[in-house]
């Protein structure tokens, strides 16, 4: 073939590339999509730092080379020529491909990417001509950041705060293993001003007054983003928000917080927020059955009470946040100082609950004498908490408030019933039946020194059974097990349950047996053995002959005197 139809083969190689570049050009545009080259000099300034290296000559993915030094203007992303004035050169290129070849050309390198400094036609050429790769002398620009091929324009203004991110933080250095990547523009300045406001009260709690940087860093990173990223995986709430990140979960996280925080008056923790998160995905169409399976089982917001009843690791409290509605009566008061016991135990927060009677002002003398008692108890025992005030149905309100807490803590005022109608109508019964968190039911003070724990097999027994092992463990509580039922067997196999159980996490525990109805036995029980507590499981869901003919923790309600710890 001659030399003139070979070129001429050539130009018209070149014109359907041409052709090809306007189309990508015209559809990309429609679809708000560029397809320009990216510039090395903007590239550097956002994210480059240090000098060039050599990497001496190497063969590169032409998929790699995204931008150039200088030439943007001539050929797309693709590296289609743009220019019609470009003809000449581009055919003399093609022409040299099939002579004696191209010498190697000169790229930049930034993280995974690439940038043409020298030989824009020959790239062009070889990816025209099905090329995987190219020859090239390459030089790298050290970068704290990873750029891919797929990088936009919008994603160079997220790898720029990146940099910034990591050049303050360090925590590419620090922590290699994280991964800490947004996917909206400022999300890495919120990171930052997390950062400085955590450093700030540090150096405020501590009585410091200059918190080194990288103190400050490692400690958010282990008090506030590590914790909440342990919450997010564990409750899956990545699967509602497709192609967002841990990172950007966090930063949502730690807003809805501070809402919530303002509206409920008292301060959360992420877990908190995380679970709350957690409960109203639950009610989004796509979650029909998880939520079915959730209302069968009535599981409430998920707690560590919640979602590990195994080996309890050495340490962790189970109860860090206690409510105690509080009426400003003698009875109230005494569920008070034990709810302060329990938080002394757990180093707990408490959180009491003041609701307003109908007509009551926020400013009235009893507002403010509960208000001033329950501040003195706490300073005097030495336990964090704080009283918010509520209105409308006291049974409702805090119930509501539950939801936010690992253990409600309530004085017995009226006990269920023995009569059907009243025993149904029960504001006491009716509130454990539907709470979510286990309850401490206070009739008179007590050491709780000693438990005895109801035992028939049932679930909400198990619950009782895992509380056991834990007080035991965690508080030094002595534990005696008491199972009643009509058939022997299933009561030898109940306790039999129990102690293999108790005897696997370490606990020493008396066994109790007796037929007949479980209550008086309970009662005698707790009598013979100086218990001055009891665990019990609580009232089965839909239980017609229970609601009807009443329930052991009805009898025990009535007659036990000291707490009754109900696992709901």
């Not at 030439?71 to 099939?98: C, H, I, K, M, T």
């Not at 509605?325 to 100082?337: C, K, L, M, R």
């Amino acid at each position: 073939m001659s030399f003139y139809s070979r070129y001429s083969t050539a130009v018209q190689d070149f014109r359907r590339a041409r052709r090809r570049a306007a189309l990508q050009e015209f559809l990309q545009g429609i679809g708000g999509r560029s397809s320009r080259l990216l510039s090395y000099d903007e590239v550097r300034k956002k994210i480059g730092r240090g000098s060039l290296l050599p990497r001496g000559l190497r063969d590169v993915p032409l998929d790699a080379i995204v931008g150039t030094v200088g030439r943007y203007e001539d050929f797309n992303r693709q590296f289609l020529p743009r220019q019609a004035s470009q003809q000449g050169r581009w055919a003399q290129v093609r022409l040299a491909v099939e002579g004696s070849g191209l010498p190697p050309v000169e790229l930049y390198q930034i993280g995974d990417v690439y940038f043409v400094l020298d030989g824009h036609h020959r790239v062009s050429v070889a990816r025209e001509l099905g090329a995987t790769t190219i020859e090239a002398y390459v030089s790298e620009l050290p970068s704290r950041v990873k750029l891919t091929a797929d990088l936009t324009p919008n994603d160079l203004i997220l790898k720029a705060e990146e940099a910034l991110f990591l050049e303050e933080t360090r925590l590419d250095e620090l922590h290699p293993e994280l991964d800490l990547r947004v996917t909206l523009a400022g999300r890495y300045n919120e990171m930052l001003e997390h950062i400085r406001v955590h450093r700030y009260y540090m150096g405020v709690d501590q009585k410091r007054s200059n918190v080194p940087q990288a103190e400050a860093v490692e400690h958010w990173l282990q008090a506030l983003y590590l914790p909440a990223v342990e919450a997010i995986r564990r409750l899956d709430l990545l699967h509602d928000f497709p192609g967002r990140t841990e990172a950007d979960m966090y930063l949502w996280l730690m807003k809805r917080r501070h809402e919530l925080e303002e509206q409920l008056g008292w301060d959360l923790g992420t877990e908190e927020t995380a679970a709350h998160l957690w409960n109203r995905l639950y009610t989004k169409p796509g979650r029909l059955w998880d939520r079915l399976r959730r209302w069968l089982g009535r599981q409430p917001v998920p707690t560590q009470w919640r979602l590990d009843r195994g080996q309890i690791p050495s340490g962790q409290k189970l109860f860090p946040r206690i409510l105690v509605p509080i009426s400003g009566e003698d009875a109230s008061w005494t569920a008070v100082d034990l709810a302060i016991r329990v938080a002394h135990q757990e180093a707990a927060e408490l959180r009491g609950v003041h609701v307003l009677a109908s007509g009551e002002s926020r400013e009235s003398h009893k507002v403010e004498q509960i208000r001033t008692e329950f501040q003195r108890r706490l300073e005097k025992a030495g336990v964090r908490g704080r009283l918010v005030l509520e209105q409308g149905n006291i049974s409702r309100r805090v119930e509501a408030r539950s939801h936010w807490s690992d253990l409600v803590v309530l004085h017995l005022k009226h006990p269920p019933a023995a009569q059907p109608l009243p025993r149904l109508l029960s504001g006491l019964r009716v509130f454990l039946s539907r709470s979510p968190r286990p309850a401490l039911v206070v009739r008179k003070a007590s050491r709780m020194q000693h438990a005895l724990l109801a035992y028939d097999g049932s679930r909400k027994a198990n619950e009782a059974l895992y509380l056991a092992a834990y007080l035991a463990n965690a508080w030094g509580v002595r534990i005696t097990v008491f199972s009643s039922r009509e058939r022997r067997i299933t009561e030898a196999l109940n306790l039999q349950k129990a102690k293999g159980y108790l005897i696997s996490q370490g606990v020493e525990a008396q066994y109790l047996s007796a037929s007949g109805e479980a209550a008086p036995g309970l009662l005698e029980a707790a009598r013979e053995q100086g218990c001055d507590f009891m665990l019990i499981g609580g009232y089965g869901r839909g239980n017609l002959l229970e609601m009807v003919w009443g329930s052991t923790l009805d009898h025990v309600l009535r007659e036990f005197k000291g707490p009754v710890w109900v696992c709901c």
